[in-house]
């Protein structure tokens, strides 16, 4: 059973770029959620979705948009990237019954130069 | 908001005992998870505790007091591949879907 997966695993960006970080999540979950985290600090919740709608979102830009595809698989996607938005992106999936426990891809490490 | 403190970096020896302290500040709450971090990987789920109380799962035991909003994670005959980053984060009622909100780490190197 594949658990979640994200691509790319490294990618570096010029400052004004966009940029696109997909995920597929954990066989039999139906919910997904992203997350950034700098170096050295906690993941900050970016948006959820489900059911191909977003359901929740933290304290990010508008530049910070997401997409849920009928499979579950997500898109993040980021405008006009600043230097600041260097950081490691995670995604997390779960089910809605067992919403305490998310299952965390290996990240994408995101470098804005 | 929520808001969450725990201590930045515990040291502790091959064999030994470590408890991991958390305080949480919020206005509704469901529970209260751990998650553990090695360097370069993702963060793993450990326990969730949503009831006062000590929930055991081999050598990791997390516990939770909900009137005192703190809870700690306690790691028993460390190893060395317990070095590693350990996340508390709240899952709480304000929220409509499963947001966590996750505190800064606590860095545990276990030294030989």
């Known amino acids: 059973d594949a658990g979640v997966t994200q691509s790319p695993t490294h990618l570096i960006k010029t400052r004004g770029q966009q940029v696109t970080l997909r995920c597929s999540p954990k066989?039999?979950?139906?919910?997904v959620s992203w997350y950034q985290q700098a170096l050295g600090q906690g993941p900050q919740f970016i948006f959820q979705y489900y059911e191909e709608e977003e359901r929740q979102r933290g304290n990010f830009p508008d530049r910070f948009s997401g997409h849920q595809f009928p499979n579950y698989s997500s898109e993040l996607n980021v405008n006009a990237l600043l230097l600041g938005d260097s950081a490691l992106y995670l995604c997390?999936?779960?089910?809605?019954?067992?919403?305490?426990?998310?299952?965390f891809g290996p990240g994408t490490r995101l470098t804005v130069t | 908001g929520q808001s969450l403190e725990q201590p930045s970096e515990v040291t502790a020896v091959e064999g030994a005992i470590v408890q991991i302290n958390c305080t949480y500040q919020?206005?509704?709450?469901?529970?209260l998870s751990w998650y553990q971090q090695h360097d370069g990987g993702a963060p793993t789920f450990l326990s969730y505790n949503a009831l006062d109380g000590l929930e055991e799962t081999g050598r990791f035991s997390s516990f939770l007091s909900r009137s005192d909003s703190y809870g700690y994670l306690l790691l028993q005959e460390l190893q060395m591949k317990d070095s590693a980053s350990y996340f508390c984060?709240?899952?709480?009622?304000?929220?409509?879907?499963?947001?966590?909100?996750f505190g800064g780490g606590t860095r545990l190197m276990v030294k030989p």
């Open positions: 997390a999936s779960s089910s809605l019954l067992a919403a305490y426990e998310q299952y």
């Open positions: 066989s039999g979950h139906d919910t």
């Open positions: 919020t206005s509704g709450f469901y529970g």
């Open positions: 984060a709240v899952r709480d009622k304000n929220n409509a879907g499963n947001m966590l909100t």
